[in-house]
């Protein structure tokens, strides 16, 4: 059985967000997880986009282009639906570059459609 090593699974997961951070906010960024919004919807429901969290038992992360996006959540793999937890959530216990890259995939292809869409609900909620 491998080793867990939750900080190495957190740095791969923080990986796959990297390529969104200068287009984002980080409003939280430590030991326990890393959380990226869109700037000026920092604190809004619709401004979170993803981010990272050091559980006990696992390392999540959370995409909310998959939560908004249906058709994204139907491109899922069996593997990797396997490690969904509600709407947006993933959770690791060990590396998987098969499920990351697959991740990476779910985020770029949902990012710039998260954002108009955040962009149009900011405007209808003001």
Do not use: H
Request: hydrophobic share 40%.
């Amino acid at each position: 059985m491998p080793s867990t090593d939750f900080g190495a699974v957190d740095r791969r997961l923080r990986d796959i967000l990297e390529p969104y951070r200068s287009r984002l906010v980080a409003t939280k960024e430590g030991p326990d997880g890393l959380t990226l919004e869109i700037a000026g919807l920092e604190g809004k429901p619709w401004g979170y986009v993803a981010g990272t969290r050091l559980g006990k038992s696992y390392v999540s992360l959370y995409l909310m282009p998959v939560y908004a996006f249906p058709d994204l959540d139907e491109t899922i793999s069996p593997a990797l639906r396997r490690r969904k937890q509600g709407k947006s959530c993933f959770n690791f216990t060990t590396v998987d570059e098969p499920l990351f890259a697959e991740l990476a995939t779910l985020l770029a292809a949902g990012f710039e459609r998260y954002l108009a869409l955040a962009a149009e609900v900011a405007t209808t909620r003001s």
